[in-house]
């Protein structure tokens, strides 16, 4: 096996300690633990009164332009990276093309930001 | 002495070991290196720092000091019911802390320990702690969701916006130290402050904190977020929301996510301390010295606690952000300042 598929492998191992650390903890503690669910103790908490309701009630959720334009910025740093690591080769030419990049980015954020949506709504 | 101690060691460190156990020592030392940072942590800073800033004592009984508090807490906990609430959603409920801590685990993954003693010498290493880390997201947004409480569901949502909105800055700011490196490895990260020099002189290397002082103030604001620490608790304020995303755990599922949170602020310190600290770097003694597989971890530790350290005094000290306060510091403040500094970083090494 290649240096660079091992190395995946490794990461997989340790993907899988991090379960059996919490799969071994949590097993530990049920032979320690009581169960004695009610129907009460299994109650949704809401400061100690009934709940109202379905707990899945629809709610505004005010950041959907935000999760937008992380996807945005995200596919950008994508790019940005191999540009970082190679920029003493691409030298001057480089620098150019990444500005022009990254100004175009910064019309996006500014236009957003002029439309109000990094605003509280 | 130095010079004494490494040649006792050398014969130890150049042994070579078959695949499979390597890896079962590197299990065994990131074992050691989530779960020592996590406990320490949470003793000095947690219990004791933030007592002394309040003016009482905190826990002084569980061992000399207070220090055994954090396993009497544990025991504690093994013996708390685990309640699952009877409209949660079963699996999604009870996968939760094994996302997240498997965030924190792989996230161990890319840090360097020393010249050697490193877990993957991924040539990505800064790329694929960035992906990791966003993993983190999901398990939250499980915990929030699969609970079935208005608190969790409120919790989740404000806890995705948040670290949505603060991963980008932290990019951005780790950008300008792989410009100035010109590498994504860690370990290569190291080495090129070990051997970089500022204006000619070369005297104690080039940690990235001195040119990179803007990336690191705004990595560890970034960090302070992504933990969903105070001043940026929003998803877990206990006096509006409870605790958040957190709010129907009971028990071990709760500390879980409360060790969690500490193993994190551990990883994430150690992240800070290789990217702008000079990792297990220290001035005055060469970077291929061999002592330094000994030395190194040692050295990284120190600075992790150091990092830590202003992150819990931070946690400590600021009230509270509103959250659109919150979301404008990110969008309106630290990501133009992140691109600045990109630019100006690009321009400096293009040109000099």
């Known amino acids: 096996m290649s240096d660079f598929l091992r190395s995946y492998l490794t990461v997989a191992i340790f993907g899988g300690v991090a379960v059996a650390l919490v799969g071994v903890l949590l097993g530990l503690g049920s032979f320690l633990r009581p169960s004695r669910p009610t129907a009460t103790k299994t109650m949704a908490y809401e400061s100690g009164v009934d709940p109202v309701g379905d707990m899945w009630s629809q709610s505004n959720i005010r950041y959907y332009v935000f999760a937008l334009m992380f996807v945005l910025f995200d596919v950008e740093a994508v790019f940005i990276f191999p540009w ?31 439309k109000g949506m990094l605003k509280w709504v | 002495m130095i010079s004494s101690l490494s040649t006792v060691l050398s014969p130890v460190l150049a042994v070579e070991i078959p695949y499979w156990g390597q890896t079962s020592l590197r299990v065994l030392g990131g074992l050691v290196a989530i779960l020592l940072p996590a406990g320490g942590l949470v003793y000095v800073y947690l219990f004791k720092m933030m007592s002394f800033m309040q003016s009482r004592l905190g826990p002084m009984e569980a061992g000399p000091y207070g220090s055994l508090q954090l396993l009497a807490e544990v025991g504690k906990f093994l013996q708390k019911e685990d309640i699952v609430p009877a409209k949660a959603d079963r699996l999604v409920f009870l996968g939760a802390p094994f996302v997240v801590l498997i965030s924190t685990f792989l996230l161990l993954l890319a840090v360097p320990f020393g010249p050697d003693a490193w877990f993957v010498d991924l040539d990505t290493g800064v790329y694929f702690a960035m992906a990791v880390s966003s993993v983190s997201v999901i398990g939250i947004l499980m915990a929030g969701w699969g609970s079935s409480s208005k608190y969790s569901l409120l919790g989740g949502i404000r806890a995705a916006g948040q670290l949505v909105a603060y991963e980008l800055p932290m990019i951005l700011a780790v950008l300008g130290v792989v410009i100035q490196a010109g590498t994504l490895n860690m370990n290569e990260i190291v080495f090129a402050q070990a051997n970089g020099e500022i204006f000619g002189f070369g005297g104690i290397g080039n940690p990235y904190i001195l040119t990179q002082f803007v990336g690191f103030a705004v990595f560890l604001i970034a960090i302070q977020a992504e933990l969903t620490q105070p001043p940026f608790d929003m998803p877990v304020a206990e006096s509006e929301l409870v605790a958040g995303y957190m709010t129907e755990y009971s028990g071990l599922r709760f500390l879980l996510f409360f060790i969690g949170e500490f193993a994190t602020a551990g990883v994430f310190s150690a992240i800070a301390a290789v990217l702008f600290l000079g990792g297990w770097y220290v001035p005055f003694l060469e970077p291929e010295h061999n002592l330094y597989n000994v030395l190194g971890p040692l050295v990284l530790m120190a600075k992790i606690f150091g990092v830590a350290g202003l992150i819990f005094w931070f946690r400590f000290t600021y009230p509270r952000f509103r959250e659109d306060q919150l979301q404008r510091l990110a969008w309106k403040f630290l990501i133009p300042i992140a691109l600045v500094n990109i630019v100006i970083t690009g321009v400096l090494k293009v040109v000099f």
């Open chain 1, 84 to 114: 970082a690591m190679r920029l003493e080769t691409y030298g001057y030419f480089g620098l150019v093309e990444m500005a022009i990049f990254i100004f175009i980015l910064v019309l996006g954020l500014a236009y957003a930001w002029r």
